[in-house]
């Protein structure tokens, strides 16, 4: 285990959580939970049928791990009632009736929905966080929380992050570790947007990868170098992304827009940029879209060698984490860990 994650586990186990698991039907999701118990890095409660759950995972601990059935639930009546009033109003674009015409229909949809009903323990103050993904859609795990827990004060755009563990001593990342956005949610936003994924981003790196923020915008342009103003306009985009960051967090370290290169070697970013603070010297790093930012820290991955812990999902009101279908045991203690940081 890399030293950034023991750090991270370690800080988890100090706050005492409670985490949510919406999917008790996946045999990972329970090994993990009960591993996280096991450990102290979080108080689990795993959504589903306690008998169920048992007989399909023999031989896993799950001594203190708290098993929620919805069905049964004292609370589940309550938990309706906070979806039908947050809901209230809006219609279904495909029926074109309401979503939810009672409280009776909301309690229908979120027992068949175990993700909106950890959202709703999550709103309802009686959990810390959520974590969701493992046997379901990012869209699944994303729907309740812009639906339920929304977005944080001063926040306009969900978006993720991957925090990138180099696998060795790195010359070109003293810190052993960056912060690479938005990779996985917002396809290609915009000025405004991008520089909601820069702010959220710095939080990241300062509140789970422990560093102190030094955010570069990138592109294929250094400081007007490049020009795609026939093309795609991206450049001015990234431009006018800068420009905003740096208005809505003044004391924020962020620069922009770089070429890679410019960002992380100090040789090329004083030949390139020698004003900028943030030139060859950059840990935390915002892709103009999602193509560059997908391709980027898989690139990374596979090529570096670089341990990609995500996608961290960033500005909901409480933390919401997705799993990738694809993960294991380890990845779902390691994003149980993150959320629960992210709760502090």
Known sequence: ????????????????????????????????????VKQGIAKIVLLGNPDEIKKNNEGVDLSGVQIVDPVTNAK?????????????????????????????????????DYTMY????????????LVSGACHSTANTLRPGLQVIKTAPGVNTISSSFVMIAPCENKYNPDGVAVFADCAINIEPDANQLADIAISSADTAKNIANIEPRVAMLSFSTKGSGNDDKYFKSVPKM?????????LAPNLILDGEFQFD???????????????????????????????????YKIAQRFGGYLALGPICQGFAKPINDLSRGCSVDDVIAVVAITALQSK
Not at 89 to 103: F, R, S
Not at 239 to 247: D, G, N
Not at 267 to 292: Q, T, Y
């Open 262 to 296: 410019a960002a992380v070697p100090p040789e090329v970013g004083k030949l390139k940029a020698p004003d900028s603070k943030v030139a060859g010297n950059a840990n935390v790093f915002v892709f103009p879209n999602i193509n560059a930012g997908n391709i980027g």
């Open 118 to 129: 950890g959202a709703l323990m999550l709103k309802a103050g009686d959990v810390d966080g």
């Open 239 to 247: 431009q006018e992304a800068t420009k905003i960051a740096k208005e």
């Open 1 to 36: 285990m890399s030293k950034v994650l023991e750090n991270i586990i370690s800080s988890a186990k100090a706050l005492g959580k409670t985490i949510v698991l919406p999917e008790g039907e996946d045999g990972r999701v329970v090994k993990a939970g009960a591993e996280c």
């Open 76 to 112: 589940t009546e309550s938990y309706a009632e906070i979806l039908f009033k947050a809901r209230e109003g809006k219609i279904n674009k495909k029926t074109n009736l309401p979503e939810y015409a009672t409280v009776e229909d909301a309690k229908k949809s979120i027992l068949k």
